[in-house]
């Protein structure tokens, strides 16, 4: 199912419909989702078919999103949900961000102004050091996977 994209209108656990697709990383697809329960838009992220075939590779998303799930930091998006749809592939519902990837933000402008760029490595740093804290080890940062949330709503 993931290993192409997940059509408009498709619903993943039951409660999830997806809405569009956001993006695409090495191991997942990224979908802005509605979460009919909670009545809230989400951002759903879905292991991608090559990948939830190996179990190791299942295994770790899981593992991943429980531990993840323990992290409550204003520097870290919340994670809401995970389960597997029904044809096994593991997904995460996290809270929808608004704004841009660091990435973007350094392609569009060009460098940050100063105070920015202290704030933003103050806020990252506070994040690993939570993560940290729970034995949590991020293994990718990088510009495209920090976000800068703008705070505005959908």
Same mark, same amino acid.
């Given at each position: 199912?993931?290993g192409?994209? !997940?059509?408009? +209108?498709?619903?993943?656990? %039951?409660?999830y419909? &997806?809405?569009?697709?956001?993006?695409? *990383?090495?191991?997942g697809?990224?979908y802005?989702?509605?979460?009919?329960?909670?009545?809230r838009?989400?951002a759903?992220?879905?292991?991608?078919?090559?990948?939830s075939?190996?179990?190791?590779?299942?295994?770790?998303?899981?593992?991943?999103?429980?531990?993840?799930?323990?992290?409550?930091?204003?520097?870290?998006?919340?994670? !809401?949900?995970? +389960?597997?749809?029904?044809? %096994?592939?593991?997904? &995460?519902?996290?809270?929808?961000?608004? *704004?841009?990837?660091?990435?973007?933000?350094?392609?569009?402008?060009?460098?940050?102004?100063?105070?920015?760029?202290?704030q933003?490595?103050?806020?990252?740093?506070?994040?690993?050091?939570?993560?940290?804290k729970?034995?949590?080890?991020h293994?990718?940062?990088?510009?495209?996977?920090?976000?800068?949330?703008?705070?505005?709503?959908?």
């Amino acid at each position: 199912m993931a290993g192409s994209d !997940l059509e408009r +209108g498709t619903m993943i656990g %039951g409660r999830y419909r &997806i809405d569009g697709k956001v993006g695409r *990383g090495g191991m997942g697809a990224v979908y802005r989702a509605f979460d009919t329960r909670e009545e809230r838009e989400v951002a759903l992220k879905v292991l991608l078919a090559n990948y939830s075939s190996r179990l190791s590779d299942s295994k770790r998303f899981e593992r991943e999103a429980s531990l993840v799930k323990k992290l409550d930091h204003p520097n870290i998006v919340e994670l !809401l949900d995970y +389960g597997q749809t029904k044809s %096994g592939e593991p997904y &995460i519902a996290f809270e929808l961000l608004h *704004g841009r990837s660091l990435r973007d933000a350094l392609e569009d402008d060009g460098a940050l102004p100063f105070p920015q760029v202290v704030q933003v490595t103050r806020d990252i740093i506070q994040a690993l050091e939570a993560a940290h804290k729970l034995g949590i080890v991020h293994r990718d940062i990088k510009p495209q996977n920090v976000f800068l949330s703008n705070g505005d709503p959908p």
